[in-house]
Each structure stands twice: as structure tokens, then as C-alpha cells.
């Protein structure tokens, strides 16, 4: 459910809900509200809290099971590095 991922993006980032929210600009009782599936965010909101966590709007929904991280403004030389380490964790499991 949509609250249950917040929370989970929420806290694998350390953050409290206030801190959410004041990233946000919106209450901690929004945050509470969402992570409680009490209501759904806006569309805009949407689309806010999918650019703070770098993920896309249909993982939000559960659409698709895809994360991202934000890279722009890297250098290739740093994209390289970050796709290595990518690999090596991927070899791992």
C-alpha cells in the first residue's frame, strides 16, 4: 500500500516525518496520514515526493517495482564508477 512504501523510503533515509514533511512543505500530519493510508497525496504532491525519493510515481502506486537514483550533473568518469559498483553488488547476491 501507498503508506507502507513512504515509510519505507522514509525511514531507509533516517527521517523522522517531520523532517518528510518540512522537505515537503506540508504537515507531519499529512506524512502520518499517508503512512496510515488515511488519504493520498495530489497529483502534485505525487510527483513531489517522487523527485525527493527518485523514484517514479508508478512505484509509488505499486505500478512498477523500479528505483532510480538521480545522476545528473555526473561526470561519465563518475557514472562508470557508480555502474561498477552497481555490478559488484548485483555479483554478490
Given at each position: 500500500m501507498f503508506g507502507d512504501i513512504i515509510?519505507?523510503?522514509?525511514?531507509?533515509?533516517?527521517?523522522?516525518?517531520?523532517?518528510?514533511?518540512?522537505?515537503?512543505?506540508?504537515?507531519?500530519?499529512?506524512?502520518?496520514?499517508?503512512?496510515?493510508?488515511?488519504?493520498?497525496?495530489?497529483?502534485?504532491m505525487l510527483t513531489a515526493i517522487a523527485q525527493y525519493f527518485s523514484v517514479s510515481t508508478d512505484y509509488l502506486l505499486e505500478l512498477d517495482d523500479k528505483t532510480?537514483?538521480?545522476?545528473?550533473?555526473?561526470?561519465?568518469?563518475?557514472?562508470t564508477h557508480i555502474q561498477q559498483i552497481i555490478d559488484d553488488i548485483r555479483k554478490i547476491k
Open positions: 515509510k519505507k523510503l522514509r525511514t531507509l533515509r533516517n527521517l523522522s516525518q517531520v523532517q518528510l514533511a518540512s522537505a515537503l512543505n506540508i504537515s507531519k500530519q499529512t506524512v502520518s496520514n499517508w503512512e496510515n493510508n488515511n488519504i493520498m497525496p495530489s497529483v502534485e532510480y537514483i538521480e545522476v545528473s550533473g555526473l561526470s561519465l568518469e563518475e557514472l
